[in-house]
């Protein structure tokens, strides 16, 4: 690894809707790359902040009934907060709406007007007559030009991918009011990309990062590249300079945001922002592979066209499925970071596993809840924490502490080994195979510990059952370290059991070769905690509950009418809450016992983070009570509460009536 700074920035969250697990396929590994550069010795300023600006954000907060700069705060803050709550732990993040954006996008606009790289150009545009207003990007849908699919304004999204430009679309439909569109003349300004197709075709094989960028990117170079038109008819944006009645397009002002993030967080720190925009210190980009075309494109072009350098490498992470299935959240197939992960109480650092490990990092990562439970018990449990709690529990029980002798040749030769073999990894940005040789080593370490059983040797030649701890305890300081990276919570826990009081992050790499200095150790405790049948069948449910409505509401037309015998076919009553507990281990379940009439049931509803159960007992409620039986879990559940809204309130009687009363 180098010594020289380095930046590494993330790609921008849009602010329009909450953190999914898509999200952290790129966040989750550049900080997992971060921190092991720190570990060996690398200053690294670590980049991102939220994407503010473009017509989804409109239209969300015109939705929402707020303003854009409302909607994209709530947001920049939601996201701010997740990623702290998953370990990814940035510099500085910023907004593109704050002032330092603004600025820095108007500087680079007017140096690329200077240099002769923007002309305006009068275009047909979709307009819709009906809300009297141009239609930039995602205001308008329609058929893909190129493939035929459906499309939003800017982009085909359900087809081919291309970028579309303003009056491009084909039947354009107005997204405010379902009219038609028409196409009127409007004057906009166009960067010429196409001027720099012989840079790109230098720039990109030199390119750094992962060969699916590079390799996209001279695709559509060698396709040939069309001028972009760069301003939009909004209120909401950068303005293009001398001409406040046009806004810069989002995918200028968005990536000049690294540039302007960086400059905040100089402000902050003293640093130098120019010695990576101006100078020869490296930029690397972490970003999704939707977005390859405007970050090793579009961004280098305009960098070059301003006067900056260009990016020095970029990582582009595979898309995302769930169980298999193309990932949707308008279908349902979508794991949410905080609602349906961090909120039932599972730790960061189990998802930042399966994350890395599951597959390379180019490739498709498929999420399941019954693979991560099996991974994350049979690797993290079973391989890496049973080394550890093994050799510590012996070493602090047996044995005392840590025996004042060195590790033997062979383990300091296979730490060495290991860490080559990280480090040959993490320069390929290959996560999985630098995850796998760290796993590796805690293999190396249960078969070690196994095969020489100081447990039996400590009867026979207790130094030699020494040694053997010894040895084991040299590994765990390796492995300690080497996971940090990837596991920050329970590698510092790891840690302090291996009797430090500092912090793991503050240590080299290569320390995982040094001895101790200190021979106490405190008692160990188990580090992970297998994820348990009944945690991952609640998991299934909430996911299939989702995937259940989404469908629900696609298969089945408002207007769909049913009949007087169907509706009787649901026996809704009345019934009375005798008791109501907290299911324990869980994060919004109650424990009901409801009497109907003659009969008592126990229902398990998720309303614990709506109610406090005290407040419900007495409480008539309707109950829905021939549904099957269902276990929730682990505890059987006979009957549904029915409520309504976000808010889940509950249905109640207006007046007093016996429980078992049937509702008509």
């Known amino acids: 690894m180098s010594n020289s700074p380095l930046l ?175 196409l009127r003349e409007q004057e906009h300004f166009f960067f010429k990309l196409g001027e720099f197709s012989d840079f790109l075709e230098s720039f990109l094989p030199n390119l750094g990062g992962t060969t699916n960028a590079r390799n996209y990117a001279l695709g559509w170079v060698k396709e040939g590249l069309h001028d972009w038109c760069i301003t939009r008819t909004l209120d909401w ?63 280098p072009a305009i960098l070059k066209g301003a006067g900056y350098k260009t990016p020095d490498a970029v990582v582009a992470s595979g898309m995302v499925k769930i169980d298999d299935k193309t990932f949707s959240k308008t279908r349902g197939y979508v794991i949410w970071t905080n609602d349906d992960y961090l909120d039932q109480g599972l730790p960061a650092d189990y998802l930042r596993y399966y994350l890395l490990s599951y597959t390379s990092h180019t490739k498709e990562l498929n999420f399941s809840w019954q693979i991560f439970q099996d991974r994350i018990n049979n690797e993290l449990v079973d391989t890496l924490g049973n080394f550890l709690y093994r050799t510590l529990h012996f070493a602090a029980n047996k044995l005392g502490g840590i025996p004042a002798m060195e590790p033997e040749t062979e383990i300091l030769s296979e730490i060495s080994r290991v860490l080559e073999s990280v480090d040959y990894e993490m320069n390929r940005y290959e996560f999985k195979n630098a995850i796998d040789a760290m796993m590796g080593l805690a293999g190396f370490g249960n078969s070690y510990i196994q095969n020489n059983a100081p447990w039996k040797l400590i009867k026979e030649d207790r130094i030699a059952a020494e040694q053997v701890i010894r040895n084991c305890l040299q590994i765990a300081k390796a492995a300690t370290l080497l996971f940090d990276a990837l596991l920050p919570e329970e590698a510092q826990k790891s840690w302090e059991m291996l009797g430090y009081t500092d912090h793991v992050k503050e240590h080299a790499i290569d320390d995982a070769l040094v001895g101790f200095e200190h021979s106490d150790l405190p008692k160990p405790s188990i580090i992970f905690a297998k994820i348990e049948n009944e945690t991952r069948e609640q998991l299934e449910i909430i996911m ?3 995937i259940g409505a989404a469908k629900m509401k696609e298969e089945t037309p408002k207007s769909e009418q049913i009949t007087i015998d169907e509706f009787a076919r649901v026996d809704l009553r009345v019934g009375k809450i005798l ?86």
């Not at 205001?139 to 303003?166: F, I, S, W």
């Not at 809204?645 to 429980?659: F, I, N, T």
């Open 8 to 182: 590494v920035t993330c790609g921008l969250p849009y602010t329009n809707g909450p953190c999914h697990i898509g999200h952290l396929r790129t966040y989750v590994p550049a900080d997992f790359y971060v921190r092991y550069l720190r570990h060996t010795g690398n200053e690294v300023v670590f980049i991102c902040g939220s994407d503010n600006h473009g017509t989804p954000i409109v239209i969300s907060a015109e939705q929402n009934g707020t303003t854009p700069r409302e909607l994209s705060e709530k947001f920049s803050e939601h996201f701010d907060s997740t990623f702290r709550r998953m370990n990814v732990l940035f510099d500085r993040f910023g907004m593109t709406d704050d002032p330092t954006n603004h600025n820095r996008t108007k500087e680079i606009v007017q140096s690329l007007i200077d240099n002769g790289y923007v002309y305006e150009k009068t275009i047909s545009q979709s307009y819709c007559p009906n809300c009297e207003m141009f239609l930039p990007d995602r205001y308008v849908e329609g058929v893909c030009p190129y493939c035929g699919e459906q499309a939003r304004g800017d982009e085909c999204d359900q087809g081919c991918g291309k970028h579309l430009e303003p009056g491009e679309i084909k039947n354009p439909v107005c997204k405010v009011c379902g009219g038609k569109a028409e």
């Open 237 to 299: 944006g950068v303005k293009f300079p001398g001409h406040d009645d046009l806004v810069v397009y989002v995918w200028v002002d968005a990536p000049i945001g690294y540039m302007s993030f960086t400059e905040e967080w100089a402000r902050m720190t003293g640093g130098d922002w120019e010695q990576f925009w101006k100078g020869d210190q490296p930029i690397i980009h972490f970003i999704g592979q939707d977005i390859i075309y405007h970050h090793c494109v579009f961004w």
């Open 544 to 546: 299939n509950k989702r």
């Open 579 to 664: 008791s109501a507990e907290k299911v324990e281990g869980s994060r919004n379940l109650l424990k009901l016992q409801v009497t109907i009439g003659d009969e008592e049931r126990q229902i398990v509803s998720g309303i614990s983070d709506r109610y406090e159960p005290e407040e419900l007992i007495g409480t008539n409620i309707i109950v829905c009570v021939n549904l099957k039986p269902a276990k929730i879990f682990g505890i059987e559940s006979r009957g549904m509460l029915l409520a309504a809204g976000e808010e889940a309130s509950l249905l109640v009687p207006k007046r007093d009536v016996e429980p078992g009363s049937r509702v008509c």
